[in-house]
């Protein structure tokens, strides 16, 4: 494929090597999928099938969709698309920047382009002229007072506009969800729950009894729940505000009264009696294992759900809340399994997830408590991007 801003044609060659300096650089390197992405529409398009690189065949043979596939329903690979232009800007902005090629993604299309360095170089600035110099010819003293008092007023509008800027509303979705987990300085408390397990004693009888299993309450935290973790991490960091890690029973009701709190996964301590109290809840009582709503059952249940939680798909909640008992922002992310639970954690640090997640909210939601139901389908082994099926907003 012949870049744009050149004649001179790239050889696929060089392109490919490109590629591979991209895929192993830290910002995709920490992301299969959007390694896959990349990989799939670049060769695509140095093989001469660009035309083949559309939404729907993309889902399919990347993301394992099936053949029924409705890229309407599944927003997963314009999300994708999206991360990955992230990615490619991060990549040139920092490690890249001096490479001899880009690979870059335009907005609205699967079909990349490939730039020679030269080419999105900004061009040179003309040198200064010399300056002309001249007799200095006698002037009068300036007066000082009006200097200081124009000043004082430029000093004065820059700390305003400063105030303005630090001040003023969120623009994204994402912003505007954890404006109000963010607001004030105290840290933020990221709280994993403990998953019990049962362990085999070690001098147990060569046949198990039941009897020889031990219950371990507070040594393990779900894969989902870490990788959700991970997530939650990384995006306080990306935007500078200090955290503090706890997990399972290290964490006390007045921890969460301290400031706001991130509660990631199910909780089968101290936690369900704090979210029970709001209108959708997962119950693991019940069976089969779901969400309710206000105490009733619904249809976002896991009735074949296996003794070792595989699933297909699975049912999440993600909760925004001023918690009349703590008195502080809580935010939860809960799956019903660890799928729903990673997935949910995708969702509320990923921008464009997050924007069409809450495309139809109500006029004022930034200010208002809420709660999404998810549904993710699983593939495998991997949740796929969520999609909202039900939300509440008071």
Not at 9 to 14: G, K, L, N, P, Y
Not at 59 to 78: K, M, N, Q
Not at 87 to 95: K, N, S, T
Not at 167 to 172: D, L, V
Request: include cysteine; hydrophobic fraction near 40%.
């Amino acid at each position: 494929m012949a870049e744009a801003g050149r004649p001179l044609q790239i050889s696929a060659t060089v392109i490919r090597e490109e590629l591979e300096r991209v895929l192993a650089s830290p910002e995709f390197r920490a992301s299969r999928r959007s390694q896959d992405f990349l990989k799939y529409v670049v060769e695509h398009a140095l093989n001469g099938q660009a035309d083949l690189l559309k939404e729907r065949t993309i889902g399919i043979e990347v993301f394992g969709r099936s053949t029924d596939y409705d890229p309407g329903e599944d927003a997963t690979v314009r999300v994708k698309a999206g991360e990955v232009r992230k990615r490619l800007g991060l990549y040139y902005a920092d490690e890249g920047a001096r490479n001899p090629l880009r690979i870059e993604l335009p907005l609205g299309a699967y079909v990349p382009e490939f730039r020679s360095a030269e080419a999105v170089l900004p061009a040179p600035e003309p040198p200064p002229a010399l300056p002309i110099i001249q007799a200095p010819t006698p002037q009068r003293p300036a007066a000082r007072g009006p200097r200081i008092v124009a000043l004082a007023a430029l000093l004065c509008f820059s700390g305003a506009g400063i105030m303005w800027l630090a001040s003023r509303p969120a623009n994204t979705p994402i912003d505007q969800f954890w404006a109000p987990v963010l607001t004030g300085t105290a840290p933020v408390l990221l709280c994993a729950a403990y998953v019990p397990v049962y362990g085999l004693d070690r001098d147990a009888h060569p046949t198990p009894r039941p009897e020889d299993f031990v219950p371990l309450t507070d040594q393990f935290v779900g894969g989902g729940d870490l990788i959700a973790i991970s997530r939650l991490s990384v995006m306080l960091t990306r935007r500078r505000r200090p955290f503090r890690l706890k997990v399972g029973n290290d964490v006390s009701f007045q921890d969460l009264r301290t400031g706001p709190a991130i509660l990631v996964g199910y909780s089968y301590t101290r936690w369900r009696e704090i979210s029970r109290e709001m209108r959708f809840f997962i119950d693991g009582t019940r069976r089969p294992v779901g969400i309710t709503d206000n105490g009733a059952p619904t249809a976002w249940s896991l009735p074949n759900l296996p003794p070792d939680r595989r699933t297909d798909e699975d049912y999440a909640i993600v909760s925004r809340v001023f918690h009349p008992e703590t008195h502080a922002m809580l935010v939860e992310v809960a799956g019903i399994t660890q799928y729903g639970t990673d997935a949910a954690a995708d969702l509320v640090s990923n921008a464009d997830l997050m924007a069409e997640a809450l495309h139809a909210a109500p006029r004022g939601w930034q200010q208002k408590n809420l709660q999404l139901v998810l549904h993710v389908k699983v593939i495998a082994g991997a949740p796929a991007s969520p999609k909202v099926v039900k939300t509440y907003f008071w």
